[in-house]
């Protein structure tokens, strides 16, 4: 969503608990309250394109964590490379965002069982304690739920989002076959 007038600012969506399957692990990253770090976000985070340190396309005003997600306002420079990428999320073209993050601390949960606070089935590596360092807008995001357009409104994306334990089983009976 973009602000008024000359303003290039967003709001939008850079994390949430959708499982993502890692190749060797299915990664969750948890947001329940004391999980996620934001203080490096919000202190000297910036918006990179596609983790690239060297791109950097402007700012983060500030993140939160709201309803199992991560949100950020963030807002582009003026240089001419940031205005290439501007325009082509201003336009829809790109809407794809990812986190680049530390994890501080992980749960290993078992094939078959549940983890400690019974939200998530096994097998499945939970981050309990992470930190965000950029967020970036990306051609190819690993977390499609997450990007620009996705408007803040934590009770629509609860409403059509199917739950983590199914969208886990689904991950699950997907790697049996």
């Known amino acids: 969503m973009e602000g008024e007038g000359n303003e290039r600012k967003f709001l939008l969506s850079f ?59 963030v807002e582009f420079d003026t240089d001419a490379d940031a205005e290439t990428i501007y325009q082509k999320v201003k336009s829809g073209t790109l809407k794809g965002v990812s986190v680049g993050y530390r994890i501080g601390a992980i749960e290993e949960v078992m094939p078959g069982k549940n983890s400690t606070d019974g939200r998530f089935i096994g097998p499945c590596d939970i981050a309990r304690k992470w930190e965000p360092f950029e967020i970036s807008i990306v051609s190819i995001p690993a977390d499609p739920t997450v990007g620009v357009g996705r408007d803040y409104d934590p009770e629509e994306t609860r409403k059509h989002a199917p739950s983590l334990r199914e969208r886990q089983l689904q991950i699950n009976l997907n790697k049996l076959f």
């Open 15 to 73: 994390s949430s608990e959708e499982p993502y399957d890692r190749g060797w692990c299915v990664e969750i990253l948890d947001h329940s309250p004391g999980c996620v770090d934001l203080t490096r976000l919000n202190d000297i985070g910036v918006l990179l394109f596609n983790h690239k340190r060297d791109e950097v396309l402007g700012k983060i005003n500030r993140a939160w964590i709201d309803g199992g997600r991560g949100y950020a306002e």
